[in-house]
């Protein structure tokens, strides 16, 4: 078995790399504190070509293989977890839908936007009282004439106001349960679309987050994604690749409290010597260490699996139940390490503790991963 990653892939990593060292990291305290993503990151991001990495030549993206788009992710959020969220609810959420299940038409109409960054994607699935339990959404959507009248709410979206189309997902018929949810492409400029107020969150203050509203929005008959009833399948399918990028995120923020934590190890010192001469800070490190080359391996093969048009389903559900726990296990071993020093924010690994914790949330929560694996096991 080959573990070593193609040119193509090392160029991407060293690439993003160097942007997220440069553009990123030196701006990433100012953007937790102030809670705000500068739009032109976002544009000098679009500009390397990140946010359409996975899209085809043919509608304007670079074509790139689905690794090579974790890789971006976890070097991104090695920098700023605001930042590696922003980009994977774009590609994963807002972008691979109409990529996996659109039209021709619709992948001509959005596509080469999504792909130049001229528009950002997001997706609306959780609501007040659906969260885990994604058959509870009470969002509706009913035909009339060439529309659909979209009315209802959501919480916690990641990109609201960033955002210039969302895939939505409504009830089109109640009595069907998962079978009875649709997905929409609904364009936020559009009547009765409206974002509520951003949320103050722990960590990833910077990523946008906010509820929406659907009040008689009328979306056209050519925006229902896919078919109707399809939507379930669809939300599955697309969080399937969006739980492996999340665990690239928390990948990205492990590696960053490692790097963190060993460096300042090798400078602090104590009683005549560097920490990192004690053993007990030593086990610490190789305990860290560890835990994220197991948890990239674990990411890797269920982005390889993708690649291969395998289905991932067991494979990105172990990684983000994995790469989520370490981050956050990794985060606090790091502030652990800087003892006083990490309690203040100056030092930064602070905000990696806070930005570590919702990886265990969104996208199916750890105990959501547990239930997928086993489910797979006992098929």
Sequence with gaps: MNFNLTEEQ?????????????????????????????????????????????????YG??????????????????ACASTGVTVETHVSLGTEPILNWGTEGQKQKYLPGLAAGKLIGSFGLTEPNAGSDAAAIESTAVPDGDSWLLNGSKIFISNSGLADLCIVLAMTDQTLGTRGISAFIVETATPGFSV??????????????????????????????????????????????????????????????FDK??????????????????????????????????????????????????????????????????????????????????????????????DAKITEIYEGTTEIQKIVIAGQLLR
């Excluded at 790139?64 to 971006?72: E, R």
């Excluded at 722990?202 to 078919?227: C, E, H, W, Y």
């Excluded at 390889?304 to 289905?311: P, V």
């Design 61 to 78: 993206g670079g074509e790139g293989d689905f690794l090579s788009y974790i890789i971006a992710v976890e070097e991104l959020s090695r």
């Design 196 to 257: 509520g107020r951003q949320e103050e969150k722990m960590g990833i203050r910077a990523a946008k987050t906010a509820s929406l509203n659907f009040d008689n929005v009328r979306v056209p008959r050519d925006n229902l994604l896919g078919q109707v009833g399809e939507g379930f399948k669809i939300a599955l399918h697309s969080l399937d690749g969006g739980r492996v990028a999340i665990a690239a995120q928390a990948l990205g923020i492990a590696q960053s409290a």
């Design 10 to 58: 090392e160029m991407v990593r060293q690439m993003v790399r160097e942007f997220a060292e440069k553009e990123v990291a030196p701006r990433a305290a100012e953007m937790d504190e102030r809670g705000e993503m500068p739009t032109e990151l976002i544009e000098k991001i679009a500009e390397m070509g990140l946010l359409g990495i996975t899209v085809p030549e043919a």
């Design 261 to 354: 934590a060993r460096e300042y190890a090798g400078m602090r010192r104590q009683f005549n010597r560097p920490i990192s001469a004690f053993q007990a800070v030593q086990f610490m490190l190789a305990e860290m260490a560890t835990e994220i080359k197991a948890a990239r391996m674990l990411t890797y093969h269920a982005a390889w699996l993708k690649d291969q048009g395998e289905r991932i389903t067991e494979a990105a559900a172990m990684a983000k139940y994995y790469a989520s726990e370490a981050a956050t296990k990794l985060s606090s071993k790091a502030v652990q390490i800087y003892g006083g020093y990490g309690y203040i924010r100056e030092n930064g690994v602070e905000r990696l503790m806070r």
